[in-house]
């Protein structure tokens, strides 16, 4: 991820189609011409792993299936707990295999409609849950070498709770983090930073002008005194945090696309 900063190559976001997409073909179609044009623009696709609780197919399964090209400097896949065993082995695999080597590992929010790892199936006996940290650690062990990993941190959690939980993910074997959508100037964020100073850190910044979607997916209840400007936002996190990286969510690629080529300069 240190590349990504030296060269300034955001990490934008796109979601797979849900599998019980109305419009699939349209939806896998839109999916593929989002990636292609990420990678034509030299930017780096962070594929998203059942975002929002939302069954949906796999990034491996995609780019396999419509051969999309696979540069490893361009590529970030998403990568909960909440999958069976076998289909975490065939992702991890698929990625190997496509030379996908950066993955967010996430501890994922469930549903009823979606399986999770159980301890035994990472070979952990002594805990009651699989989360991140034991992922990060399956991943390490079973393919070393093969795989930079990365973490999510959370702004909107409680501060001691929330660096215990990095500080575990870290010793785990992470090289890089990811934080929640960031709004401003954020202590927590300049807390981290201070922290650890030796690992990159990729500022999220939240693309839409919906600040409830933003709220329903933190879990915190976010009210601003003006209309939020994406791009604005934006600036204003180049400006606070040069430094660091950037990963954009929910980029419109209508009206937005075009705007970013000049927001990090």
């Known amino acids: ?16 189609p849900k599998q019980d997409s109305e419009k699939l073909e349209l939806d896998l179609e839109k999916f593929c011409n989002r990636y292609k044009k990420l990678i034509d623009s030299g930017y780096c696709i962070s594929v998203t792993d059942n975002a929002m609780r939302n069954l949906s197919f796999q990034g491996t399964e995609i780019i396999e299936e419509f ?6 400097e361009q590529v970030v896949l998403h990568l909960s707990t909440f999958h069976r065993k076998d289909d975490l082995d065939n992702i991890l695999s698929i990625s190997l295999k496509k030379g996908i080597k950066y993955i967010l590992v996430i501890s994922g929010d469930g549903s009823a409609r979606l399986p999770k790892l159980r301890p035994v199936d990472l ?28 973490v999510a941190f959370n702004p909107y959690e409680p501060e001691e709770h929330e660096f215990e939980k990095l500080e575990r993910k870290i010793k785990a074997g992470a090289t890089f983090i990811i934080t929640q959508p960031v709004l401003g100037k954020d202590n927590m964020i300049d807390k981290l930073i201070k922290k650890y100073p030796k690992t990159p850190v990729i ?24 209309e939020y400007d994406p791009i604005v936002n934006l600036k204003t996190l180049h400006d606070l945090y040069s430094e660091c990286g950037f990963y954009l969510a929910l980029l419109g690629f209508k009206k937005q696309f075009d705007l970013i080529k000049d927001t990090w300069t």
């Open 1 to 16: 991820m240190i590349h990504h900063i030296n060269n300034k190559i955001y990490l934008i976001e796109i979601l797979p």
């Open 203 to 226: 500022i999220e910044a939240w693309m839409s002008k919906k600040i409830h979607l933003l709220s329903e997916a933190i879990g915190y209840e976010i009210s601003l005194e003006d």
């Open 67 to 72: 051969q999309l090209p696979v540069i490893p």
């Open 123 to 150: 070979g952990f006996a002594d805990i009651d849950s699989v989360t991140s940290v034991e992922l990060i650690s399956y991943i390490g062990r079973e393919y070393p070498g093969s795989f930079r990993p990365g």
